[in-house]
């Protein structure tokens, strides 16, 4: 036998209380892991959707006609003939910005246009293919290779399927012949739907020499975003410079707002777990007075008292964290289904698109950090409402305790 | 102090409680030594102080005035934390109510003392003294599982495990029928031919009957110290 012996044995003993406190201290610790186990879904939605834009600045002419949607942000008119463009001295001010301020990973200039092939609409993206490469690093190729001569298309997936296109097919485009030298594996993005070629051949084709529709920009660190992003839009007056993290970023804000609203509560909800237990314990130390002066009549130490106190309190963390982990990982497997079913429709419904994107996204992540979460933070408030107990036990007087002596 | 022949002296213990208008006198310049192997058997009525002094003599009550001394250690000098192991390792307790802790066995509660020591075998000495009680077959009841005298029997193993020079028992009959009285009275006589050192606190005449001497105690004063008649 051991003091541990006693600690066990004290608990099962005093099953009611057991069970209440380990009842409070689950439930707090099962919502407060599933606050984080959201959050971190969430942040990983937000970064998936981040990669999948996967550039962090667009530049774009300011006056614009009707809409186009293009990685996420809604562009102006292209090729109604009435749309402005950006100018070959716009893209050299945005080269000297990305030496000047080194932020600047790469950029990828682009001229759009709407045209057919067969009866099919199809949007072009004529660009620097080789540097849309680079800035576009998690691109994955479905078939073929990625071209290597300005002859060569490279097409998004979801509009090669339609089109029935393979790599080697030839494909003609205002009388001249391209081939299709790869399909790009789809990527959830807009991309899907492209037929990228070269920036100069489109040009030919389209007479708009020196003109750009756009030029995407990727910054090398996240950090970089917002400074590069007002240098731009200092310098370039005539056009308008939007941040795709900011504007995947708005819609975090939303959910951080709700996040830390959830966290508020938890505090909230582990506070009054903490006085609960508090008075418990002290209840129990007041039902155990005589038995605590047999102890201390016996020859225990104060110290080995208040050890038995906190050791009964952080048993019952460690069981109760368990218990809260546990919890949480079955509701939130569950919660997907009800989010699919409710929460995405009602978004869908209210027109927020990003938000029903990162709620179809979610899936909620369950990692090793959240076992140390779940079972330090219930020993923190199961030991934290016990020390005011084990040391009123420790120091109860002997003679008081055991009235009969 | 005559070590060969004195184990506890009491000089000058007084104790008082409360504050200068409301002061109550418990005990009164008491002074007492007790040899080792002595059964002695404290008497008084209600409220003549008998059982403040042996809350004293447990070393849980700090006299007003005085000192105890129990193999030349001044009790009252040391720490709480001393005064704990000062318990630990010079005394056993039989308690009027027993107190066994109702979660733990039989042989659980009296391996209690030992648990905060570093003595080796635990359960092989509990086994032991049980056995010696006349428990060997009820080693693992829970304390509801057995008979008040059973109960007193594993109190009195409790106290003596830790193998102390004194044992002090408060009314360790006085929840008991006659027939269980006479059982641990039996065994308390026991121990004290083994030269157990015995001081128990009793209003019951019969049952000093086996001590060697008796102090009667009346207004926190001692008015008779002497054979048991």
């Known amino acids: 036998m051991s003091i541990r012996t006693i600690i066990y044995k004290n608990i099962i003993e005093r099953q009611g209380k057991t069970i209440l406190i380990l009842l409070g201290l689950s439930l707090a610790i099962a919502a407060l892991v599933s606050v984080v186990a959201i959050n971190r879904s969430i942040e990983r939605a937000v970064g998936r959707q981040l990669d999948d834009y996967g550039f962090n600045i667009i530049i774009t002419p300011k006056k614009q006609g009707f809409e186009l949607e293009y990685g996420g942000l809604t562009l102006g008119s292209v090729d109604s003939g009435a749309a402005d463009t950006l100018s070959a001295a716009d893209l050299k001010t945005v080269r000297e910005i990305s030496r000047e301020t080194g932020g600047i990973r790469g950029l990828s200039p682009k001229l759009l246009k709407r045209d057919s092939i067969g009866n099919t609409d199809v949007v072009l993206a004529g660009t ?119 504007a995947v970023r708005l819609q975090e804000h939303t959910f951080d707002y709700l996040l830390r609203f959830g966290l508020g509560v938890n505090i909230g909800i582990l506070t009054i777990t903490a006085l609960i237990i508090f008075t418990m314990t002290a209840s129990a130390v007041n039902e155990r007075r005589a038995e605590i002066g047999v102890l201390r009549a016996v020859g225990f130490r104060r110290s080995v008292i208040f050890r038995i106190i906190l050791g009964e309190a952080a048993a019952l963390g460690v069981v109760g964290g368990l218990f809260g982990l546990g919890l949480a990982i079955l509701s939130l497997s569950a919660l997907p289904l009800v989010l699919d079913s409710t929460w995405a429709a009602s978004l869908v419904s209210a027109g927020m698109t990003v938000e029903t994107e990162l709620v179809q996204d979610f899936q909620p992540v369950f990692d090793a950090t959240l076992l140390p979460l779940a079972v330090i933070t219930a020993v923190i408030v199961s030991v934290g409402a016990g020390v005011v107990p084990a040391r009123r036990a420790a120091d109860l007087d002997p003679v008081e305790a055991l009235k009969s002596l | 102090m005559d070590m060969k022949n004195n184990l506890l002296e009491l000089a000058g213990i007084s104790k008082t409680y409360g504050e200068e208008r409301t002061k109550v006198t418990a005990l009164d310049e008491i002074n007492l030594t007790i040899a080792a192997g002595e059964f002695v058997a404290i ?68 391996m209690l003392p030992l648990v905060v020591t570093s003595a080796k075998n635990l359960e092989e000495r509990a086994t032991a003294v049980l056995e010696r009680v006349g428990l060997s077959g009820k080693l693992d009841r829970l304390p509801s599982e057995l008979s008040g005298g ?80």
Do not use: C
């Open chain 2, 43 to 110: 008497m008084g009525p209600s409220g003549s102080g008998k059982s403040t002094l042996l809350s004293i003599l447990g070393a849980m009550n700090s006299p007003s005035t005085g000192h105890m001394h129990v193999d030349d250690i001044d009790v009252y000098g040391l720490s709480a934390e001393r005064q704990a192991d000062f318990r630990r390792e010079y005394l056993g307790f039989v308690f009027q109510q027993l107190q066994l802790l109702p979660y733990l066995t039989a042989v659980e509660n009296v």
């Open chain 2, 150 to 229: 059973e109960q007193g029997r594993v109190a009195i193993a409790r106290a003596v495990v830790n193998e102390p020079p004194i044992l002090l028992a408060d009314e360790p009959t006085g929840s008991l029928d006659s027939e269980t009285t006479d059982d641990i009275l039996g065994l308390f006589a026991e121990l004290h031919r083994d030269k157990q050192t015995i001081i128990m606190v009793t209003h019951n005449m019969e049952t000093v009957r086996d001590a060697n001497r008796l102090i009667r105690l009346k207004d926190g004063r001692v008015v008779a110290d002497g054979p048991v008649a």
């Open chain 1, 128 to 246: 620097d293919l080789r540097q849309e490469r680079q800035i576009k690093d998690w691109w994955l190729i479905e078939a073929g290779r990625y071209p290597e001569t300005a002859d060569e298309l490279f097409i998004g997936q979801s509009i090669a399927d339609l089109l029935g296109l393979r790599p080697g097919d030839v494909v003609e485009l205002h009388e001249e012949q391209f081939t299709v030298a790869g399909i790009l594996m789809k990527t959830g993005s807009q991309d899907d739907t492209i037929i990228f070629i070269d920036l100069d051949r489109l040009r030919q084709l389209s007479g708009g020499e020196g003109k750009l529709h756009l030029i995407e920009i990727a910054a090398k660190t996240t950090a970089d975003v917002g400074p590069v992003a007002k240098r731009l839009a200092e310098a370039l007056p005539n056009a308008t410079v939007q941040s795709v993290q900011e």
